[in-house]
């Protein structure tokens, strides 16, 4: 365990990229779950919530987006306003998460309780898919919370300066072009 430790501090962007992988992980799992909870609760009656159902597969889209700029970012475009769009991005999906927790735990004791007024089928797998919902969500809200806060704290050591990106790349960022002849700053 110290060696883990200690290949972390010599080389931070090592761990960034660990816990970016469980956050893709995560990912993958949530596509799966919020399926099969959209699906139960979509058909389960009264002991199922239309309103969580589209929650479910919104929070999938949502991670979609959230993984796939972030893999765009870490891999490519590493600079500073990228990392602190990415900084913002980690901490608003991690409180997304943990309202989507609160949300589903409260639906599955809903789901529970109408479960135990009336014997449907439905409504018992409405409980099991909502309980895993809010499992998954919780542990998306602290996978991406763990992320924000180790990006944050070594989010200097994987920025590339403009001034090291070839010519293309640093032109699309805003960087300034060398001037031509005519004294204009545009580029053709």
């Known amino acids: 365990m110290s060696a883990l430790i200690q290949q972390y501090t ?19 799992t949530d596509m799966i779950v919020a ?20 929650a479910a597969i919104w929070s999938m889209f949502m991670i979609i987006g959230y993984v796939s ?3 765009y970012i870490l ?18 999906i991690s409180q997304l998460f943990f309202v989507l927790f609160v ?21 018992t797998s409405s409980v099991t898919s909502d309980r895993w919902f809010a499992a998954f969500s919780f542990f998306i809200f602290l ?13 200097h050591d994987g920025i590339i300066p403009v001034s090291e990106m070839d010519a293309t790349t640093a032109a699309g960022l805003g960087a300034k072009m060398p001037v031509q002849q005519g004294g204009s700053n545009t580029a053709v």
Not at 11 to 16: D, I, S
Not at 103 to 123: G, L, P
Request: a positive charge.
């Open 10 to 28: 010599e080389k931070p962007t090592r761990l960034v990229a660990h816990v970016w992988y469980a956050c893709m992980f995560l990912a993958v």
């Open 35 to 54: 399926c099969a909870t959209a699906s139960t609760n979509d058909d389960a009656g009264r002991a199922g919530s239309r309103g969580g159902a589209f």
């Open 69 to 71: 700029s972030g893999t």
């Open 75 to 92: 891999r490519k475009h590493k600079t500073a306003s990228a990392i602190g769009f990415l900084l913002g991005m980690s901490f608003m």
């Open 103 to 123: 949300m589903f735990a409260s639906f599955a004791t809903t789901a529970s309780e109408i479960d135990q007024e009336i014997t449907d089928e439905h409504a």
């Open 143 to 155: 996978v991406t919370a763990i992320f924000g806060v180790v990006l944050g704290k070594f989010r």
